[in-house]
């Protein structure tokens, strides 16, 4: 009875087909991310050089020039962004998941929903009707805005779902010590699901940083320093775009450029997010 | 009839009263001269019963979870400077009863309970209490260990402080006078700054005991504080409760009637959501006076 050695090795073999099948399709799923950072750094590294994060950009068709505006410009529209849209997301996540079983929480976590589902252009053009119609020209401020439209939902039901993973234990047990709830949320679940909340954030900066449609009708442009929030702005995708399109060589030297540097941008930020919201006691 | 067996037992001279002579600290001394008649009843027969030494008293106390009432009206003390246990199986409302009585048991949605819980002779369930002060004043460990994972071990001993705003002249002090208190100082005493959660799960959980004395409670609250723990683990809790009995009021619900045998003074025992009988842990265990507590106890049901 116990001696089946046919039915065993059937299952040794499904065993390391469907295990080959899993390291297939890894492979796969790596190669494009691979592909892309290579492509981006052999590419773009070469047309890095000081000029680049110091000077502004030549006028049409004259090499040589820089993207020290894009690159600040990107830097200023991923700030005002986050000011905007992560302290809103944070308290909405907290809301539902602490607070949100009744109907309105229900309601607010699909509408959340609904929003990461919806086209970053629509965004783009609701923000453009909003602010940029109104004001009559385009802004940092408006370009802000649209992104910061676009990570509300992911940085909201980040959070809500990382501290829903916060075991109810520790809401007790900070509870029962006579810690109020503000304090419980705030000191114990807020600071226990952190660098997850951390790494979701990173995400959604991440996607906003490399967003363009969005930008083309809020922050436009500009080739110049722009000296308030309330002027047109360069940013890093908006340039790539306009770099890559063109019909010169120099040009697109740049734009794989800024792609690199907009890479590095994001990996840095990332990186640091997580260094400083790390976990201290082992 | 739930509540008729304590009162029937020993209105006088059974343990309620014999138990005043026990040690307290005299720092925690809050207990008066005379006794003071209390009811402890409800419903049916109004019977006034003299309890000297209640820190805490329930009645006629109902609770539960949307329409489901899981507390059918319980009434029972809880003596100064002693060892309750509450025994019963699962589901007949122990949880739920040491719960309400740090009003913890409103931290479920949907939760509700009626009656009075008197907590030095002031009702916690009255309207303008503060549930966040009773649970200063009423800790409570619960069944898993459940230390601050993001706190080293001396964070979590002083959480409670620091959460609270309190403030302590000596943390270092502090620290050290908590884990000597819960005999966890020798083993962890070079390793302050790790996270709690490195330690084992006896230790844990004496950890999270030394966390809620160091609030300075009058009652701790204990929801089967062993129940996730390996045989040794909980001797050593065991012990713990030894020591803290001369200085705390201690209620706590245990599945191992043998621990309720070796740490409590007086056991009640709950079925269903009522209290079938309550006295002595001498006379529970060796002359139950119900039938119910005698087929529990001897392992015919639950």
């Known amino acids: 009875m116990i001696a089946s050695p046919y039915r065993y090795q059937l299952r040794n073999y499904t065993d390391r087909i469907v295990r080959g099948a899993c390291v297939v399709a890894l492979i796969l799923a790596i190669i494009p991310l691979g592909l892309v950072l290579y492509y981006v750094t052999a590419h773009g590294i070469g047309g890095i050089d000081l000029n680049f994060f110091t000077k502004l950009p030549t006028p049409v068709g004259e090499n040589g020039g820089g993207m020290a505006n894009a690159i600040s410009g990107t830097l200023e529209l991923v700030a005002l962004a986050s000011l905007f849209g992560i302290p809103p997301g944070i308290l909405a996540g907290i809301y539902l998941s602490e607070y949100g079983d009744k109907t309105f929480g229900r309601l607010v976590r699909f509408s959340a929903d609904v929003m990461s589902g919806i086209p970053s252009i629509t965004i783009g053009l609701f923000v453009y009707a909003l602010i940029v119609m109104r004001v009559k020209h385009f802004s940092a401020i408006a370009g802000a805005v649209a992104l910061a439209i676009i990570m509300l939902p992911t940085v909201t039901r980040t959070t809500e779902e990382l501290l829903r993973l916060v075991p109810d234990a520790l809401r007790e047990a900070a509870l029962g010590l006579g810690v109020p709830r503000y304090k419980t949320t705030l000191r114990i679940v807020l600071r226990t699901a952190l660098p997850g909340i951390a790494t979701g954030i990173m995400l959604a900066i991440a996607r906003v940083a490399g967003e363009t449609a969005p930008l083309l009708f809020t922050a436009f442009s500009n080739r110049f320093w722009s000296s308030s929030v309330n002027e047109p702005t360069a940013s890093l995708p908006v340039q790539i775009y306009t770099y890559a399109v063109s019909p010169y060589e120099d040009w697109h030297r740049q734009a794989w450029a800024a792609a690199f540097v907009l890479v590095a941008i994001v990996l840095i930020l990332n990186l640091s997010a997580r260094v400083l919201v790390r976990n201290k006691v082992r | ?302």
């Open chain 2, 1 to 302: 009839m739930t509540y008729e067996a304590p009162l029937r037992s020993n209105p006088s001279e059974g343990k309620i009263n014999l138990n005043v002579e026990r040690g307290a600290s005299p720092r925690r001394d809050v207990r008066r001269d005379s006794p003071r008649p209390m009811r402890v009843n409800s419903e049916a027969t109004e019977v006034q019963v003299h309890v000297t030494g209640a820190k805490m008293v329930a009645e006629d106390l109902h609770a539960g979870f949307g329409t489901a009432e899981i507390l059918k009206g319980i009434s029972l003390p809880v003596l100064d400077k002693q060892v309750t246990a509450i025994i019963g199986p699962s589901g007949c409302g122990k949880s739920t009863f040491i719960r309400c009585l740090n009003r913890m048991h409103e931290v479920v949605p949907k939760a509700w309970a009626k009656g009075r819980v008197l907590f030095d002779q002031q009702n916690i369930l009255g309207k303008g209490v503060d549930p966040v002060l009773v649970r200063r004043r009423v800790g409570m460990v619960f069944q898993k260990p459940n230390p601050f994972p993001t706190m080293s071990i001396r964070d979590n001993v002083l959480a409670g402080i620091r959460l609270n705003g309190m403030k302590t002249k000596q943390a270092d002090a502090e620290v050290e006078q908590r884990l000597r208190q819960v005999a966890l100082w020798d083993e962890v005493k070079d390793n302050l700054t790790r996270s709690g959660m490195s330690l084992s799960g006896g230790q844990q959980q004496r950890l999270c005991i030394a966390r809620s004395l160091a609030m300075e409670p009058d009652v701790i609250l204990m929801d089967e504080p062993c129940s996730a723990l390996d045989p040794i683990a909980t001797a050593r809790v065991e012990e713990l409760i030894h020591e803290l009995r001369s200085q705390y009021t201690i209620v706590i619900v245990t599945h191992n009637m043998q621990q309720a045998a070796r740490v409590a003074d007086t056991t009640a025992f709950f079925y269903m959501g009522t209290l079938v009988e309550y006295g002595d842990t001498d006379s529970i265990f060796t002359r139950p006076k119900e039938r119910k507590t005698e087929d529990y106890i001897t392992g015919r049901f639950g």
